[in-house]
């Protein structure tokens, strides 16, 4: 079945770094890209989506400064926290669509991310 | 459907009992609904989907149901066993959204030896 594979799975970073973060689909070609966040004991929350080669479309009140995301190609998609605070601490998770719905909505593993 | 999780709801059965998790959802115009389970520490993982032109479907040990007229979608497990605790979350998709899925508030099941 469809697999993608998201690295790291937990990072630690200072307050002001950034950090990134790499969804792949391993068996099939990735057209679309979704970032969501989860705080402990809540929902997925969606951030933003992103088609190959074209700009991310964000979600309201998600800011596209803050969070980069990069689809250059289509098994590879990253997505950037810049200069991170700690309210960023997070975990992470990126999902892979292929054309036509091929892969339908294939879930990466998540990266927990904690700003120190 | 644009369920926003502040909390979770928990459900607990003993082993071997029938399970059943249920979601609400808003948007009418939805017309693909998928379940998902997440264990702790981990991306969710694809249980089962069904469509709006459906109203069951049957998976192994697991049921959706699917209610259009009061928008209201179940996940039944039947003989629940300890693997199956975890936190389960329902996902809503329609044509009108592009390809993206909303998220239920999730429900976390817990299984009791």
């Known amino acids: 079945g469809a697999v993608v594979s998201q690295h790291p799975s937990r990072v630690i970073c200072k307050s002001g770094t950034s950090v990134k973060i790499e969804c792949r689909s391993l068996d099939f070609q990735a057209t679309t890209m979704f970032w969501y966040r989860q705080f402990p004991k809540q929902s997925l929350m969606l951030m933003a989506t992103s088609n190959e080669g074209s700009k991310a479309t964000y979600e309201q009140g998600v800011e596209k400064d803050k969070f980069l995301i990069n689809h250059a190609s289509l098994t590879l998609s990253t997505l950037t926290v810049t200069s991170a605070h700690p309210e960023d601490s997070s975990f992470y998770i990126c999902?892979?669509?292929?054309?036509?719905?091929?892969?339908?909505?294939?879930f990466g593993s998540g990266t927990r991310l904690t700003v120190v | 459907g644009e369920n926003v999780g502040l909390h979770l709801p928990t459900l607990s059965v003993q082993e071997g009992d029938n399970s059943i998790i249920n979601c609400a959802y808003s948007n009418s115009a939805s017309d693909y609904f998928i379940w998902y389970k997440q264990e702790s520490g981990k991306g969710p993982q694809f249980i089962i989907d069904i469509r709006s032109n459906m109203d069951k479907r049957q998976g192994q040990r697991v049921t959706v149901l699917l209610n259009k007229t009061v928008k209201h979608l179940s996940l039944q497990i039947a003989a629940t066993q300890p693997g199956d605790s975890a936190v389960y979350f329902c996902a809503e998709n329609n044509d009108n959204a592009g390809n993206m899925l909303t998220f239920g508030g999730g429900t976390r099941l817990m299984v009791k030896p």
């Open positions: 999902s892979a669509r292929g054309t036509g719905g091929l892969g339908g909505y294939t």
